[in-house]
């Protein structure tokens, strides 16, 4: 299972701010604290903002700050808003498949891609900071 890059910085985002729940950092300030592109953060900054997990607070010393606390806010939840879809194989995003329907390997995977989604669910943000 392999998460988007859009998701990775959500999450450090999200950490990032879960270090100091009461602070607002900038886009700026996160992007040069991870090194990555400050357009490609924004873009993440507007779907964290969109799914209710941080509010961004306009003016002079704005930013960003988490929506609420740490342990209310769930990854398996966050990445969920965050992918574009869970599609870990060509199949399950409805690609021909030359081996359906006789075809053991899409079951094995959904049941992998559910583990993720489980152990992702029994963690807040809270407990990996």
Do not use: W
Request: hydrophobic fraction near 45%; include cysteine; charged fraction near 20%.
């Amino acid at each position: 299972m392999r998460l988007t890059l859009h998701t990775d910085y959500a999450f450090r985002v999200l950490m990032a701010l879960g270090r100091a729940p009461a602070e607002v950092k900038s886009v700026d300030d996160l992007a040069r604290e991870f090194g990555v592109s400050k357009h490609h953060l924004m873009k993440v900054a507007q779907n964290l903002t969109a799914g209710g997990f941080v509010i961004a607070v306009r003016g002079r010393n704005g930013g960003l700050r988490l929506a609420m606390p740490p342990d209310e806010i769930n990854l398996k939840t966050v990445a969920e808003h965050m992918e574009p879809d869970f599609n870990i194989a060509g199949c399950f995003g409805g690609d021909d498949c030359v081996f359906l329907p006789r075809c053991g390997l899409k079951g094995v995977l959904g049941q992998a891609k559910s583990a993720f989604l489980q152990t992702l669910g029994k963690h807040d943000l809270a407990s990996i900071l």
